[in-house]
């Protein structure tokens, strides 16, 4: 029986005229310049959502294939009604949450024995090993999940689940969702409408989504049957990383049938929405988040004088924004150890004008090396201390000590609020200067912290007044530094 | 700035023919709880009169007074003991003097009077009296600025010397 139809039921969460609702897919685009934003307090259901609208909307549109045709589309101010109302239609059976032959994102006849809780989807829930961050859920007796918040949940478990052990359908270990890993960045325009054509960038081929492929069935699962290609805009932003059945219980759900999904097959393809940068033998990587920094600080590994990749999406927004366009940027992310899941991240940054451009770049790369280096500064006074303190210990014992100060913490939490100041007046004269006084206020307040830190016995005294003079240094340093942009 | 005010007092009194009398009184003071000494107070408390301080700020002007005569009233302007302390160990290149000066450092208002008094019987030459004053009057604030300025004036050397002093007025 084929019931709650994600095309119509309201199940995607909006701002429309400063209010909350829910709506079906084909209203979140079709009346996509009414809405603000898709509004959500879990960054992956953002980073999720916005996936699935931009992947039907790759297939409903005619293609954009330039700047020029998004400009138009741009200036269109909304998405044409019946494109999109057609294409919908042509695939409405296929977005039924539950249907006995095609349920959305699902595979119909799993095994219904060893059933899993619905919590088992989302990150932000405990389960297994998880660190519980947000919530105290426990497995024996999952809460019913109404049908809205387990369609969004099952998007985000097959954009963003981490590999790891498995163990069903002849898979010991299941393979990075698409998202796992790496940062996804979101070009946010100032409504829904904006922030997708923000985001639709030009595709050659945007590949074939799932809604339009030949029904999953266990048997294409088992043992990792069947390998796709990584590869097409369609078909990575809703891929089937894992098989999963929903259990219908009449007014939610609570358990689900779960297994492998389909092998994602390594290509030479990259992700609009994430960032590239080079390691030291030239291999690529995508751009992650980490539990110790903010993402801004990592923003120098994708600029290409550093061998890096601008996600497509930031390049592509750059390039409306010189016609006009306003936009702002979303980083987001879980940050990962294998497969637990340690924290789940938004960042929000201001993208000025000419960014993306050889100009904007060098002056970040140049800002965030004046950063880099003052910490690097930093570090070393904190060494000091730790061998004025304690004296010819070994290294790992004054490596501890050291990481025990306040400076370096205090030093990135000053500058990470500052930066996105920084960033929004980029292209003011002289803002280099500017932001090295920033980093020189920040260092210099960590260090008075780090000193009232330390202590006041005159062992500690000693240590303060001998690093103070490494301090100098650092600051010396920073304040000869040639910083022309 | 009571340092100021309390160096001049001091100067006005060297130059009187009395000075030879007040500096062994003063000196002997030394050897006593400071304002403890009766025949010190005659050249102290005039002064104090107008400032109306009491408690551990008293003893501070007894202590410093007390050591104007130790060194005979030479002052000089912006050589704070710490730093002589650390010319003395330039100097004689033995450990002991940092031993003493981290004693100093950590001295309470027990102690104090006393590790002072031997820690400038050490150093040759003039001192900044006014400053040294100043210093003490701050001496016990739980920040411990000043220790921790004594600290930089003696293993920082000369680098750290001006900010110092301006750091030590400002606070």
């Known amino acids: 029986m084929a019931k709650f139809n994600l095309i119509e039921e309201p199940w995607i969460p909006v701002l429309r005229n400063g209010r909350v609702e829910e709506v079906g897919i084909r209203e979140a685009l079709v009346n996509a310049h009414t809405i603000t934003r898709i509004e959500t307090p879990f960054p992956l259901e953002e980073a999720a959502l916005h996936r699935l609208l931009l992947a039907v909307l790759y297939r409903a549109l005619p293609p954009v294939r330039d700047k020029y045709e998004a400009l138009a589309l741009w200036e269109r101010g909304e998405f044409d009604r019946e494109s999109i109302e057609g294409y919908l239609e042509r695939y409405r059976d296929r977005f039924y949450l539950f249907h006995e032959a095609t349920p959305f994102l699902q595979i119909p006849d799993l095994p219904q024995e060893d059933l899993l809780p619905w919590s088992k989807l989302l990150p932000q829930l405990a389960n297994g090993n998880n660190p519980t961050l947000f919530d105290h859920t426990v497995d024996k007796d999952p809460p019913l999940a109404s049908y809205p918040e387990v369609a969004r949940a099952l998007l985000v478990h097959q954009a963003f689940a981490p590999g790891g052990l498995l163990r069903r359908l002849g898979v010991t270990s299941a393979k990075d969702a698409p998202l796992a890993r790496p940062a996804a960045f979101l070009a946010m325009g100032t409504d829904l409408f904006q922030t997708l054509v923000l985001n639709l960038v030009p595709q050659e081929d945007p590949g074939v989504p799932i809604w339009e492929r030949k029904p999953l069935r266990t048997q294409d699962v088992k043992g990792y049957a069947i390998r796709w290609p990584l590869s097409g805009v369609g078909v990575v932003y809703v891929w089937p990383s894992r098989g999963v059945l929903l259990v219908d219980e009449g007014q939610g759900v609570r358990w689900m049938g779960y297994g492998p999904g389909v092998e994602p097959q390594e290509v030479a393809w990259r992700d609009p929405m994430v960032a590239y940068r080079k390691d030291n033998r030239g291999a690529i990587f995508p751009l992650r988040l980490s539990m110790e920094r903010s993402f801004w600080r990592d923003f120098g590994a994708m600029l290409p004088a550093a061998g890096g990749a601008w996600p497509a999406v930031l390049r592509h927004a750059g390039e409306l924004e010189e016609e006009g366009a306003a936009f702002t940027l979303r980083v987001l992310g879980q940050v990962s150890d294998q497969a637990k899941i340690l924290d789940i991240r938004r960042e929000v940054y201001p993208i000025p004008k000419g960014l993306v451009t050889p100009k904007g770049e060098l002056l970040l790369q140049r800002a965030l090396q004046l950063a880099e280096d003052a910490a690097k500064g930093l570090r070393g006074v904190a060494w000091r201390v730790a061998q004025g303190v304690l004296g010819s210990r070994d290294a790992s014992e004054l490596q501890n000590f050291a990481n025990s100060l306040p400076l370096l913490s205090l030093y990135w939490a000053q500058l990470d609020l500052d930066f996105t100041d920084f960033l929004s007046r980029l292209h003011q004269e002289g803002i280099l200067d500017l932001w090295r006084n920033r980093i020189l206020k920040a260092a210099q307040r960590a260090w008075e912290e780090t000193r009232r830190f330390v202590g006041t016995e005159a062992r500690h005294l000693r240590a303060l007044a001998e690093s103070e003079r490494a301090f100098r240094g650092v600051v010396a340093e920073l304040r000869e530094k040639e910083v022309k942009g | ?171």
């Not at chain 2, 062994?24 to 005659?42: E, I, K």
């Not at chain 2, 551990?56 to 007074?65: D, G």
């Not at chain 2, 031993?99 to 450092?105: C, E, G, I, S, V």
């Open chain 2, 1 to 171: 700035m009571s340092g100021k005010g309390f160096l001049e007092w001091l100067e006005a009194l060297r130059s009187h023919r009395e000075w030879t009398r007040a500096r062994a009184v003063l000196r002997r003071s030394l050897a006593f709880d400071p304002g403890g000494y009766p025949p010190a107070m005659p050249y102290v408390e005039p002064f104090l009169q107008k400032t109306g301080d009491d408690g551990w700020r008293r003893e501070a002007y007894y202590l410093v007074a007390g050591l104007f005569a130790l060194k005979d009233g030479e002052h000089r302007e912006g050589r704070t003991l710490a730093r002589a302390l650390w010319e003395a160990k330039q100097a004689r290149q033995s450990d002991s003097q940092e031993k003493r000066f981290l004693a100093l450092l950590d001295a309470d208002r027990d102690q104090i009077a006393h590790r002072l008094r031997q820690a400038v019987g050490l150093v040759e030459g003039a001192l900044d009296f006014a400053q040294l004053l100043e210093d003490l009057l701050r001496w016990f604030d739980p920040r411990r600025r000043v220790q921790a300025r004594w600290a930089r004036e003696f293993y920082g050397a000369e680098e750290v010397r001006k900010e110092a002093l301006a750091e030590g007025q400002g606070s």
